[in-house]
């Protein structure tokens, strides 16, 4: 699990390989996140917008961008979490993603950005 804190919001995200979902000899490897945000501020926040940066080992580069997480942009009050489950293909069996939330102060509607830490997406053969 890797974690990281912006602005009073923690950011844990935990990773796994999904074999029933790849197919390596077509170069195809499923992976499923799940990423937790807690607010440890003492205001209530909303998601609003994610933006990710996926890197697989042969060099390419994709940038995801859009409103919320899982179809919900999600408010999130002084001291709870959210957590969701999503998922990223790779070409190759080692890559990684990083990326940041949107999010907006309910109290005043202002903005501020929030980093996701980077994390590796890699099947379990390549760890041995």
Known sequence: MVTAITEGIKISVDTIYQDEHSNPEN??????????????????????????????????????????????????MPGDSYSYVSGCNLKTDIGSMRGRYLMRRTLDDSEFLVEIPEFELVVPFRLN
Request: proline share 2%; net charge negative; aromatic share 14%.
């Open 27 to 76: 170069g195809h490897f499923m992976f499923a996140y799940r990423i937790s945000i807690e607010n440890l501020t003492d205001f209530e926040i909303q998601l609003m917008r994610r933006q990710w940066f996926i890197f697989d080992s042969n060099g390419t580069v994709r940038e995801v961008e859009g409103e919320g997480v899982v179809g919900m942009q999600p408010m999130i």
